[in-house]
């Protein structure tokens, strides 16, 4: 979806690294949400805000943080990356009383 | 807590066969219900979603859904199949107790062959 986009769409890093994630969205919507996506285990929720000054914690954010910038971007960090978080990351958002989301396209990240 | 099973990791149909990906939910409260498609190297479309009302909702691309609170479940079906259905589906639910969390299935692929 050319509304919510990510940088970078893939990227090899090694074990100890720092790396951030980005994502833009022009949709104008207040939440946003990172997750990530393994094979067999659907999308898991690590962060999401629901405003700029707001943050909160998801099902699996050990090991990961992020920043809410402005209104229309959401970083995600991964402060010293492990082999197991080799996944596929995804940003999405959503309005505000509204139920459906939308993906960004997504972000291959291979540690090694 | 809310959770979500998706039964069948792949689903094959002919072109042409009606098709159906199932999705089984549990929630606390009563359920909002999605579906999403996620295409080769992109992410995940929404479909239709369940809030209240109508049990069949019609969504994208010819999809509709049952939903069967008796059951609780939340089938996708399509009367006809095509060949570029071929995707990966994934159910959603989150509750309307105030919680805004989504939880997500596994996902099933799906397999149309011509």
């Known amino acids: 979806d050319a509304d919510v986009t990510q940088t970078p769409r893939n990227r090899i890093t090694k074990t100890g690294k720092r790396i951030m994630l980005e994502c833009s969205q022009t949709?104008?919507?207040?939440?946003m949400y990172w997750y990530r996506q393994d094979p067999g285990l659907g999308l898991r929720l690590i962060y999401y805000?629901?405003?700029?000054?707001?943050?909160n914690k998801g099902e699996i954010s050990d090991g990961y943080s992020v920043s809410r910038q402005a209104q229309a971007k959401f970083s995600l960090s991964l402060e010293s990356a492990i082999p197991n978080q080799t996944a596929l990351y995804f940003c999405?958002?959503?309005?505000?009383?509204?139920?459906?989301?939308?993906f960004g396209p997504g972000t291959r990240l291979t540690v090694t | 807590a809310q959770s979500v099973a998706q039964p069948e990791d792949q689903v094959n149909v002919a072109e042409g066969n009606p098709l159906t990906v199932k999705c089984t939910y549990s929630?606390?409260?009563?359920?909002?219900l999605f579906w999403y498609v996620q295409y080769p190297n992109r992410g995940l479309q929404f479909l239709l979603k369940?809030?209240?009302?109508?049990?069949l909702v019609k969504g994208s691309y010819g999809f509709e859904a049952e939903f069967n609170k008796s059951q609780t479940s939340f089938h996708l079906k399509k009367p006809s199949a095509l060949v570029s259905d071929s995707a990966l589906y994934f159910c959603?639910?989150?509750?309307?107790?105030?919680?805004?969390?989504?939880?997500f299935g596994a996902g099933t692929r799906l397999f149309v062959k011509a």
């Open positions: 999405a958002t959503s309005e505000q009383g509204s139920n459906e989301q939308y």
């Open positions: 805000s629901f405003d700029v000054k707001d943050i």
């Open positions: 959603a639910v989150r509750d309307d107790t105030g919680g805004f969390k989504t939880i």
């Open positions: 949709k104008g919507h207040d939440r």
């Open positions: 369940y809030i209240t009302g109508d049990n």
């Open positions: 929630v606390s409260g009563n359920p909002y």
